[in-house]
């Protein structure tokens, strides 16, 4: 049998090269539209409305009303390392905006059927552009939009059958573009957001500029009882600022599925943070239970590393232990105020 390596070295085909990357980043429907409504975002939408059809598999757009892309930068928009984001080592120590890798388009598009459709600020039209064949030579023409972008992503994997082996149903596929689509509408509260599921609305919701609002919104997203049953807490500390709504110990869960805990604005799952959360919640709950919460913590971006992995998800804080500390004094001290010492499981 003839030895791999004894191949001749070739360099991948664009197409090959993005679908190798896409594997990192793109897992799923919901990863996609993770990236689509980060892009929006950072292009300065304030409305965003997200369609998809059978778990997004079929089909996904993200509709917004941003700044735009000019047509000389729709062809770049779409290739890999190709961002407007950072240019220097010293942008991205101090990245503030959600993206910077800039291989998300490429990647989705060299995965599924994409068309990326914009209309720029100072533009007087919208231009359409889409990749094709292995080189993914960029195609752009004419269309008509308003000042802002779609991105359609059409037949996820439908060149990848390995991967779309891994899909799940699209109930489960849903679940997790409805999760993705929360801890974006919980931190974003300036934006208008909607999100359509076979053409029925799921969500719809409203910019809001009061905490009101802001608690209407958690209702809407987790659950009105957490609202009922929830301490809205504050504090400062040494740079480190926390406050969001910590569920009592009567609001506790199965399942960890209510936890949301946002840094400098992004959605994070730390080891770090997860442990302050459980040292704090330790003596008023049941074991086997889970809190619900939805907090933020806001630090001075340079005490935080967020360029770790891919999606994000993941950040290193410099200094790890002061974070843990503050975390659990305020937390424990918060629910030390409000619970009683007994305490009741409860049913859900
Ligand atoms: P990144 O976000 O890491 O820069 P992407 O592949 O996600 O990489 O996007 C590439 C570039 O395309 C972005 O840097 C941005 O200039 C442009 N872009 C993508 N989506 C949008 C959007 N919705 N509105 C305006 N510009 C966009
Ligand atoms: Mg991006």
């Known amino acids: 049998?003839?030895?791999?390596?004894?191949?001749?070295?070739?360099?991948?085909?664009?197409?090959?090269?993005?679908?190798?990357?896409?594997?990192?980043?793109?897992?799923?429907?919901a990863s996609v539209i993770k990236e689509l409504l980060e892009n929006s975002l950072d292009a300065g939408a304030d409305r965003i409305q997200v369609e998809l059809e059978q778990g997004g598999v079929k089909r996904m757009l993200v509709r917004d009303n941003g700044q735009g892309i000019a047509e000389e930068d729709l062809p770049l928009a779409l290739s890999r390392h190709a961002t407007s984001k950072i240019v220097n080592l010293d942008d991205l120590e101090a990245v503030r905006s959600m993206g910077f890798r800039g291989e998300a388009l490429a990647s989705v598009s060299s995965v599924s059927r994409l068309t990326l459709t914009s209309r720029h600020v100072d533009a007087e039209q919208a231009w359409q552009a889409r990749t094709s064949g292995r080189d993914m030579v960029p195609e752009v023409s004419p269309a008509a939009h308003p000042v802002g972008t779609s991105v359609e992503v059409l037949d996820l994997f439908f060149n990848t059958p390995a991967r779309r082996k891994f899909l799940k149903t699209e109930k489960t596929e849903f679940n997790h573009l409805e999760e993705a689509f929360k801890r974006i509408a919980l931190s974003q509260w300036h934006c208008f957001l909607s999100l359509k599921h076979n053409g029925r609305q799921v969500h719809s919701l409203k910019a809001c500029s009061t905490r009101a609002e802001q608690e209407k919104r958690v209702a809407d997203l987790c659950s009105p009882d957490l609202m009922q049953q929830a301490v809205f807490l504050e504090m400062e500390h040494l740079g480190l600022r926390l406050w969001g709504w910590l569920g009592?110990?009567?609001f506790n869960r199965r399942q960890a599925d209510m936890q949301y805990f946002f840094v400098n604005g992004r959605p994070v799952r730390d080891r770090v943070v997860s442990h302050a959360v459980k040292q704090a919640y330790r003596d008023v709950l049941f074991h086997g239970r889970h809190p619900a919460y939805v907090l933020y913590l806001e630090l001075d971006p340079a005490g935080v590393d967020v360029n770790v992995h891919p999606t994000k998800h993941e950040v290193r804080f410099r200094d790890s232990?002061?974070?843990?500390?503050?975390?659990?004094?305020?937390?424990?001290r918060a629910l030390a105020?409000?619970?009683?010492?007994?305490?009741?499981p409860q049913a859900n």
């Not at 030895?3 to 190798?20: D, E, G, T």
């Not at 843990?324 to 004094?329: I, P, S």
């Not at 105020?337 to 009741?344: D, G």
């Open 1 to 29: 049998q003839e030895a791999l390596s004894s191949r001749r070295i070739q360099v991948l085909s664009p197409r090959l090269a993005n679908q190798i990357a896409a594997g990192e980043v793109v897992e799923r429907p």
């Open 248 to 250: 009592l110990p009567t």
């Open 321 to 332: 232990r002061q974070v843990h500390d503050f975390l659990f004094r305020t937390l424990h």
């Open 337 to 344: 105020e409000v619970s009683p010492q007994t305490h009741q």
